[in-house]
């Protein structure tokens, strides 16, 4: 493959690879080159938590370089950017959950609450933070795959959806 034409190829490998494992999560994997860079764009909305489809997506860049492009790998580490959103139906289950591990019904967005134990880090020492930071965290550690009976959360349980490979 010559400069710049991997793009295309991979950006198909991967949304094979992540459709494949995170059945019913809808990827939007898209090759992206100008002039002489190129590289690949993945999105997804809920679904599997970002540590999750970074593993895919490491194992998939690897098995590419080795297979077609020879030898010599020529994948530049920042060439494949991931972005993960929220919409507003997890929000709003994130939320709830959220205001029953701080006993509040209404939201103070700037307000500094302690750490939940839902977040609490196991062993660690308890700190503070507001309801967004809270969110971010919490979202980072949750699951929403559209075949899940309900998002597993905390990151100790793995997401049915997601399927193990040798």
Known sequence: ???????????ALLDNELTGTFGGVLFQVTALTSFDASSVEVVWTDGPPMYAVDVIIRRSAAYFEVSFLGPRPRLARGCISKRRTMSPE???????LLGSALGIEEFDLEHVHPTPP???APGG????????EFLDVLFERTSF???CPAPSSGGSV???????RD
């Open 1 to 11: 493959m010559t400069d710049g034409s991997w793009a295309p190829a991979l950006a």
């Open 90 to 96: 997890a929000e709003e289950q994130l939320l709830s």
């Open 118 to 120: 839902l977040l609490a």
């Open 125 to 132: 020492r308890t700190t503070a933070g507001t309801v967004p």
């Open 145 to 147: 795959c559209t075949q």
């Open 158 to 164: 793995a997401c049915p959806c997601i399927i193990p």
